[in-house]
C-alpha cells in the first residue's frame, strides 16, 4: 500500500466532529466518557494506533452529524488531554480547538465508595472536583487518582 491509501484508510466527514491526538489505545475510554455507544444511530469512525509526529502513535474518533459542545469535549482532558477537536462542516474545518480541564465534572464518573449517596438508587448524579493530582468526589471526598478510565460511568 502507499503512503496515501494508508492515509485513506478512515475517509473525511462531510459534517461533525473529529477528535485528533488522543493517545493511542484512549479511543473507546474517549467514546464511553462521551456516552457514544452506536444506539442513537449517528456514523462513529474510530482509528486506533495510527503513526503521529507528535505522539508517536494516536487514535482518531470521527462523529458524523454532530457537533460536540465545549463543555462535552472537556471530559476528555482527564485522559486525552492533547486532543484536538475539529468542527466540520461542508467538509471543511470550520474550528479547530483544544480540550481544557474542566473544573468539575458531573455525571462521568463512578465514585469507588460504594457508601456515596452517587452510589446507591438516588437520583444523585456524581460530582468531582478536578485538581493537579486527581479528582474529589464532592460527596464523601473520596480521591481516585489513577486510572480514571476504569471508574467511567457507562451509560
Ligand atoms: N478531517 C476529517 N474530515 C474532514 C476534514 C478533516 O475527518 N472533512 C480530519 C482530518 O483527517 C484530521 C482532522 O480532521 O484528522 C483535522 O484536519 P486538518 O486540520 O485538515 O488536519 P491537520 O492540519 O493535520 O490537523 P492538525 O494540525 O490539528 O494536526
Ligand atoms: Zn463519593
Do not use: W
Not at 466527514?13 to 444506539?39: E, K, M, P, R, S
Not at 479547530?96 to 437520583?123: A, M, W, Y
Amino acid at each position: 500500500m502507499s503512503d496515501k491509501d494508508q492515509q485513506l484508510r478512515v475517509s473525511k466527514i462531510q459534517n461533525g466532529t473529529v477528535i485528533d491526538h488522543i493517545a493511542g489505545g484512549q479511543a473507546l475510554n474517549v467514546l464511553a466518557i462521551l456516552g457514544i455507544d452506536g444506539t442513537s444511530g449517528d456514523s462513529v469512525s474510530v482509528a486506533m494506533n495510527m503513526p503521529s509526529d507528535r505522539l508517536g502513535h494516536k487514535d482518531v474518533v470521527k462523529v458524523e452529524g454532530r457537533e460536540l459542545s465545549q463543555d462535552e469535549v472537556d471530559v476528555l482532558s482527564l485522559i486525552a488531554p492533547a486532543a484536538t477537536i475539529n468542527i466540520i462542516r461542508d467538509y471543511d474545518v470550520v474550528e479547530k480547538g483544544r480540550v481544557e480541564r474542566p473544573s468539575v465534572v458531573e455525571g462521568v464518573l463512578e465514585c469507588p465508595n460504594h457508601n456515596c449517596i452517587t452510589t446507591e438508587n438516588e437520583p444523585v448524579d456524581s460530582r468531582f472536583a478536578v485538581g493537579d493530582d486527581g479528582v474529589r468526589c464532592e460527596y464523601c471526598d473520596t480521591i481516585i487518582r489513577d486510572d480514571l478510565p476504569a471508574h467511567i460511568l457507562a451509560e
